[in-house]
Each structure stands twice: as structure tokens, then as C-alpha cells.
């Protein structure tokens, strides 16, 4: 039998169950209530897929303009390095919109409206015939990527139930990455323009399905359309009781029925909430995700280790891919912290690791030296074994975000904000996110130069440490716990689910 969050009684605990279900009931819950859930699921993510094609676009792309015969679109490294950027600030522009749209057209309509700058994004690049085409439609589908991000993972958990929500919660990071396999696999077989036609088709498919899906029953109970949240909510849960449910949820809705002012963010059960998911998004950027992907081929160039930028985007697509697997399937059985512990442990040493091979970097042979080759064979084979460091420390880094800070720190920004605040906040935490993801990408080529490779590995190494800190400290456990549960605890004020 699940434990109750807190072994308390009191008005503050009624939504918490005792009563265990029966292995049948179990059984009927995995079989016929979860599957509807997951078809609504693989529609709102759809717009995680097109957000990690989006993401990636440049990667074929920027080669391809560096050699194009049209001045009108032939790009310095000036404008390739805006036009790979300028994606992060649109992202920050969709999760600044988000604020706004999560909560005033709901979830579901919010993530069916950014298919609409994603549209108009790729077909810009698709008939691009100057740099402005070229930016303005990258930045409309950074747009379209940071709304995405800041709704689906509300609208996933607010109708996933408890006994899968971890491993729905996955799902969005799961599919941005296959959405990057993707247009890495096409790019081996499409022009540059037909790239960003391929693009168009998930976001007609995420438009199709979703409009036969249902709206986040918490959302519309929150907008009194009481009749119509238990129509959404006896959908997804197919032929099973959900009378019990509905009333949890209802009562929590009632207990907030008006938005929350910035007067009443200052109290502690809104704020320590708010302030966790933000402080995650923040950390995980910090960790260097977002340059190394970036920046990879620079990297490995930087540290001896030459590869086709081909087998270097497969080798890191299916490493990524692989951990979001193992996330998917363990978040539910080994809960969310232990994850993020073994991920940040996992990230610090792969950071540390490529900080210090930089640093001793120059006490090896170059990888040119003739007289290595000629007179040192031995020594030879070994400088080619120490070569591959850099690349297995930073396929280790790839699979520690993937399998925990990646994932798990969207799950819980949608799982720990209250009901309330949950629009604003999700868009504020897209807003930093992406912000922070803008300022690392443009200044680390500049920190590499003014300070060397190793110290932004060396500083990525020690936010990975204050990660640690900031789990063990900071972070609460929402394994089998409902969105009501989650939102009780800060109510009270406890650090932990424990005594």
C-alpha cells in the first residue's frame, strides 16, 4: 500500500488515498484507462518533436550556406553564429508568451497555436532568399519550440495519472531528441530547403490529432466549465470510476479558484515551489548542455579528436536517445532524485574529465608529429587511445543529462508548481531557461579564447557539484504522488515527504 505523503490528519490531508488498489484494478488502469492518455500524450508531444528538429536545423544547414554560390545567402561566421543562436532567443520570446497563453487559451490550445509561427518559420527557410528570410524564420520557430516547451509538460502531467506520470513525463524530451535524429538522418538526403518543407509535416499531424483530443481537465474545472472537465477526464480514463478523482481535483480547483497575485507569490508555499522549478531550469542549462551540443565539432577539433560531423551527430543522437529511454522506463520505479544524483554525479565527472585532459593537453604530442610516428610507435598507439578521451567524456556527459537533469527537470517543473501559478511559472522557467541557453552559447567561444578550453569544463563541473548540493537540499520526491499530493506538501511547509 502507497504511503500518504504526511502520516498527519486534517483538512490539509483529505485528498491523500489510503486505500490500496486491488492488482485488477491495476491491471485495468494500465490496460484500458493509460491508453487513451497515451495517444493524447504522443499528440501534444508531437510539438516536442518538431521543437528538437527546429533545434538542430542549422547542423546540415550552415555548411551547406557557407558554400552557396547566392551572396544573398551565403553566410560569415558572423551570421552562421546568429543564425544558430537567434533560435534561443525566440525560445525565450515562446516561454515569455507562455505566461500569458498557458493560462488565458489553456494547455492544449496554447501548444495548437504554435504550430502557426512553426509553419511560417519553415516556410520562410524553405523559400528563403536572404539572410532576414533566414533568420526571422529561424527565430519563429524558436518561438513556436519555447511555447511548446513551457505548456506540454503542464498539459502531460495534468492528465497523466500518477502510476505513469514519470514515465509520460519523458516523453517530450524523449521525442525532441528523435526529432534531432531526424532531420540528422534527412540531412544525408534532402537539400537544405526540403529540410524545412520535412519540417511542416508534425506540426499538421500535432494539429489534426489534437484537435480531437481533450483539454486538461484541471485547467477547465479552473474556468468553471465543471460539465465538461469530467467529460475530458472520463475520456482519458476510459471505462474506470473516476468520480473519486474528479472530486480531488475539483476541491484543490475550488481552494484556488483565482489566479495568483504577485502579493500572495511571496508566500513561502508559492514561492519555494516556483523558485525550485526555476533554480532547476537554470542549473541545467549551467551544467553546458547547450554549448557542447553547439559547439561539439569545435570541441573535438579543439582536443585532437577528428570525426565526420555525420558519425559525430549519430554517435551523440543515439546516445541521448538511449538515456531518455532508460529515464522513461526507471523514473517511476527509481523515483526522480535518485536519477538527478546519478545524472549530475555522471555530468561532474565527464566535465571534470574533459577539463583535465585539456589542461594536460599540452604535455602530449601534437597529433602531427612525425617524429612520434617514426621514432615512438608505442607511444604513438597511446597518444590514439587518449584521443578517444575527449569523445567517450562527452558521450558520458550526454548520457547523464539525458537520463536525469534533462527529463526529470521538465517532469518536475510541471509536477511541484501550484495550480495557481502554473501557466506563469512554466513560462517564466522557459524564460530563464532559454535566456541563460542565449548568454552560454554566444560568450563560450570568447571564454575559450581569453581563458582556455578546460575552465568552462572545470566551471560546468562545479554547477554539476552544486546540483548535488541543491537535489539533496532542496529538491522533494514526487514518485506515485498525485498533483494534489505534490501541492498539500508545500502547504505545509516541510522539507521532505518524510517525518
Known amino acids: ?70 551572396p544573398a ?32 487559451l489553456g494547455r492544449k490550445l496554447s501548444i495548437m497555436f504554435s504550430a502557426v509561427p512553426s509553419a511560417v518559420g519553415y ?104 460539465d465538461e472537465a469530467l467529460r475530458a477526464l472520463s475520456w482519458l480514463r476510459s471505462d474506470s470510476d473516476i468520480h473519486w478523482e474528479f472530486e480531488q481535483i475539483q476541491e484543490n480547483v475550488q481552494r484556488q479558484s483565482s489566479r495568483v497575485s504577485w502579493a500572495e507569490v511571496r508566500d513561502p508555499h508559492v514561492f519555494r515551489p516556483i523558485l525550485i522549478a526555476v533554480l532547476m531550469r537554470f542549473l541545467q542549462q549551467l551544467t553546458g548542455i547547450t554549448p557542447i551540443l553547439v559547439y561539439l565539432q569545435t570541441i573535438f577539433d579543439s582536443t585532437s579528436v577528428v570525426l565526420p560531423s555525420q558519425q559525430d551527430a549519430a554517435i551523440v543522437g543515439a546516445v541521448r536517445l538511449l538515456s531518455v529511454l532508460i529515464a522513461a522506463v526507471t523514473m517511476d520505479l527509481a523515483g526522480r532524485k535518485v536519477l538527478l544524483y546519478v545524472s549530475a554525479s555522471i555530468m561532474f565527472v565527464a566535465n571534470l574529465t574533459l577539463g583535465l585532459y585539456v589542461h594536460f593537453d599540452s604535455k602530449t604530442p601534437t597529433p602531427n608529429s612525425t617524429v612520434g610516428l617514426e621514432v615512438l610507435p608505442m607511444v604513438d598507439t597511446a597518444f590514439n587511445y587518449l584521443t578517444l578521451i575527449p569523445l567517450l567524456a562527452t558521450m558520458l556527459f550526454i548520457m547523464g543529462y539525458a537520463m536525469g537533469w534533462g527529463p526529470i527537470t521538465w517532469l518536475l517543473m510541471s509536477e511541484v508548481l501550484p495550480l495557481r501559478a502554473r501557466g506563469v511559472a512554466s513560462g517564466l522557467c522557459v524564460l530563464v531557461s532559454w535566456l541563460t541557453a542565449f548568454v552560454l552559447t554566444m560568450y563560450f567561444l570568447q571564454a575559450v579564447n581569453t581563458f582556455g578550453l578546460q575552465v568552462p569544463f572545470f566551471f560546468f563541473a562545479a554547477i554539476c557539484l552544486l546540483s548535488l548540493l541543491f537535489t539533496g537540499c532542496c529538491v522533494p520526491e514526487t514518485k506515485g504522488r498525485s498533483l494534489e499530493q505534490i501541492e498539500a506538501f508545500f502547504h505545509t511547509g516541510r522539507r521532505s515527504f518524510r517525518h
Not at 504522443?42 to 544547414?61: D, E, K, M, Q
Not at 553564429?81 to 497563453?101: I, K, P
Request: hydrophobic share 50%; with cysteine.
Open 123 to 226: 516556410a520562410l527557410m524553405a523559400g528563403a532568399q536572404g539572410l532576414w528570410m533566414l533568420l526571422l524564420g529561424r527565430m519563429l520557430t524558436g518561438f513556436a519550440g519555447g511555447l511548446t516547451a513551457a505548456c506540454i509538460p503542464v498539459y502531460v502531467s495534468e492528465i497523466a495519472p500518477p502510476g505513469v506520470r514519470g514515465a509520460l513525463g519523458a516523453t517530450p524530451q524523449l521525442m525532441a531528441v528523435f526529432g534531432s535524429l531526424s532531420l540528422y538522418a534527412l540531412g544525408l538526403l534532402l537539400p537544405w530547403r526540403w529540410l524545412a518543407v520535412a519540417g511542416e509535416g508534425p506540426v499538421l499531424i500535432m494539429i489534426l490529432l489534437l484537435s480531437f483530443m481533450p483539454n486538461s481537465p484541471r485547467f477547465l474545472l479552473s474556468r468553471g466549465r465543471d
Open 73 to 104: 545567402l551565403h553566410l560569415n561566421k558572423i551570421q552562421a553564429s546568429w543564425f544558430g543562436s537567434v533560435f534561443t532567443l525566440g525560445a525565450a520570446a515562446g516561454g515569455l508568451s507562455a505566461m500569458v497563453l498557458s493560462d488565458l
Open 1 to 70: 500500500m502507497q504511503e500518504p505523503l504526511l502520516r498527519a490528519e486534517g483538512l490539509d490531508y483529505d485528498t491523500f488515498p489510503e486505500t490500496p488498489a486491488s492488482p485488477g484494478e491495476r491491471t485495468r488502469t494500465g490496460a484500458l484507462q493509460n491508453r487513451r492518455v497515451f495517444l493524447a500524450t504522443f499528440a501534444a508531444v508531437l510539438g516536442n518533436f518538431s521543437f528538437g528538429y527546429a533545434l538542430v536545423y542549422t547542423s546540415p544547414v550552415i555548411p551547406a550556406l557557407n558554400l552557396s554560390s547566392d
